[in-house]
């Protein structure tokens, strides 16, 4: 326990720019599902409400 405390101490900004890439990817990700075409291809998504 003491060498993975100890681990972490010493390579904080390491973990810090994985978190920041994976976090990243995960947000390019999402966007480019969201501006996805085959939703205008949906029925749910071609109502537009008044």
């Not at 890439?21 to 480019?32: I, K, R, T």
Request: net charge negative; with cysteine; proline share 0%.
């Amino acid at each position: 326990m003491h060498s993975l405390v100890h681990w972490f101490t010493t390579n904080e900004s390491i973990l810090a720019v994985l978190v920041a890439v994976g976090v990243a990817v995960f947000l390019v990700c999402c966007l480019e599902c969201s501006d996805c075409s085959s939703r205008d291809k949906d029925d749910i998504f071609r109502h537009h409400e008044l």
